[in-house]
């Protein structure tokens, strides 16, 4: 059986104003865990948890994926812009143009988020994180695709896109040109098996899709370390 997407990891250098942030901005519950555990939940036990994890690793340029959150009206993608920015966000410019519908904010930590105009078509089937958008190629899309087992909803120029057949949020690959990769990642995802899967049998399984495994050992927690084909971290380890 193949692992699913269990959260969406950050790297955060305050992991818990972090995640004060985000359940604010989404208004997600955060989940009963150790004070070094940190992480809230989506509304919904089909989507997957938001963790921060502690790293003081400085940012340097613009990370490879960030949030994309969906508006159903002009005065709703106001409120969410003012929430963040009540929150902690603030505006930022990475080249959008001025006639562009979205708003492209950064939460405390750095970390880049749009706050999309309603009327998206897109992610008109989505939730309130409408995508969560990758620079990648579109080998990435692909083998994101087998090992999550979500079809591709978007195929063409080379970008891509899955979805969850449960429907949510989209992940997104923009295609070439793909930015060098220089640092680790500061988000990225975690897999989880069920209790009674084989992990080896799985953690081959996506290394025959074109994953690398990190090491020989397992991480911190019993997290299997691994790189999928553009080189992005992520990690594989069986549900709490």
């Not at 939940?41 to 502690?54: E, H, S, V, W």
């Not at 995508?131 to 080998?139: F, I, T």
Request: some cysteine; hydrophobic content about 40%.
């Amino acid at each position: 059986m193949a692992s699913h997407l269990f959260a969406i990891c950050f790297n955060a250098t305050r992991p818990r104003d972090l995640a004060r942030f985000w359940a604010g901005v989404l208004g997600w519950e955060w989940a009963d865990r150790p004070d070094d555990d940190v992480a809230i939940l989506p509304p919904c036990t089909a989507g997957f948890r938001i963790r921060f994890l502690p790293n003081q690793e400085p940012k340097t340029g613009q990370n490879r994926a960030h949030f994309d959150l969906t508006s159903t009206s002009p005065e709703d993608q106001q409120q969410t812009v003012a929430r963040a920015l009540e929150f902690g966000g603030k505006h930022i410019d990475v080249g959008q143009l001025p006639e562009e519908g979205h708003v492209v904010l950064a939460d405390p930590d750095g970390n880049e988020f749009c706050v999309i105009e309603a009327g998206n078509k897109f992610l008109a089937d989505t939730a309130l994180i409408g995508a969560l958008a990758c620079d990648g190629s579109q080998e990435v899309g692909y083998f994101w695709s087998e090992a999550l087992q979500w079809p591709l909803v978007w195929d063409q120029d080379q970008e891509t896109a899955i979805q969850s057949p449960n429907g949510g949020t989209k992940i997104t690959w923009g295609g070439p040109p793909v930015a060098p990769k220089t640092v680790t990642n500061r988000l990225y995802f975690e897999l989880a098996l069920p209790a009674d899967a084989d992990c080896e049998a799985e953690i081959d399984r996506l290394i025959s899709l074109g994953a690398t495994r990190i090491g020989t050992g397992e991480g911190d927690g019993g997290r299997v370390l691994m790189l999928d084909p553009d080189g992005n971290e992520f990690a594989v380890q069986r549900p709490w």
